[in-house]
């Protein structure tokens, strides 16, 4: 089945900091989507891209739809404490809309 | 205005039992998708309904069923409960199917399934 390589895996973040995460598709999608997940709760949409090549900004995030359709990346720029949690990408590549392919997780914390 | 509400939020079963899970979409969206978050891991597409009609369906057994209402609002059932079962249960919504800015997915806080 269709897979995302999403990378890191986990990272730990230092206030202030710019952070930068990717993923990758083994085919061309639709459409590519980001969300942030907090324990206990359910995933948040941060930022959707519908074309290739869209570079899209949510206040200090902004996220990029690949040219080749198979990778979007998402940067935070200045980490503060409340980014901590877990980024998921997600993309559509076809068939119902509905059908997104989750990528494993980006894990933030706080650098110690 | 209410996001995608979920019940119940937490519940816990013994295998081989049966559950229901239910899902209230966005007030104006049609469409509600069904997934399954299992601990460390993305979620997983189980089901698309879109007008009551079965728009997808993931690579989850026969054992796993959806249905929707005509108020769009959405139940998943989930028949001969395995360990395996427990997760994380999403519903989302959109306003529709088509690939679109306006038919972004959102997320509910999901309900947790522990299987014993």
């Known amino acids: 089945g269709q897979q995302l390589n999403q990378s890191p895996q986990s990272m730990f973040i230092q206030e202030g900091e710019d952070v930068s995460m990717n993923c990758t598709s083994s085919s061309i999608f639709n459409t590519w989507l980001w969300y942030k997940q907090d324990p206990g709760e359910g995933p948040v949409l941060l930022i959707a891209l519908y074309k290739a090549g869209e570079l899209t900004s949510n206040g200090r995030l902004t996220a990029q739809f690949g040219i080749t359709r198979k990778d979007s990346f998402l940067n935070i720029s200045a980490s503060i404490p409340s980014d901590v949690g877990i980024y998921f990408c997600a993309g559509n590549y076809g068939g119902s809309q509905g059908n997104l392919i989750f990528g494993k997780g980006t894990k933030l914390s706080v650098k110690p | 205005d209410a996001g995608v509400t979920q019940s119940p939020t937490h519940l816990i079963k013994t295998r081989g039992q049966h559950v229901t899970l239910r899902c209230s979409p966005i007030?104006?969206?049609?469409?509600v998708s069904w997934y399954q978050q299992v601990l460390g891991q993305g979620p997983q597409f189980i089901f698309q309904y879109y007008e009551k009609e079965e728009r997808g369906r993931g690579n989850f057994p026969d054992r796993f069923s959806a249905r929707q209402f005509p108020n769009y609002s959405s139940e998943l059932n989930v028949n001969a409960l395995l360990l395996g079962d427990s997760a994380l249960y999403l519903c989302?919504?959109?306003?529709?199917?088509?690939?679109?800015?306006?038919?972004?997915?959102?997320f509910g806080e999901g309900s947790w399934l522990t299987v014993v």
């Open positions: 989302a919504s959109s306003p529709g199917v088509g690939r679109s800015s306006g038919n972004t997915i959102y």
């Open positions: 007030s104006g969206h049609k469409s």
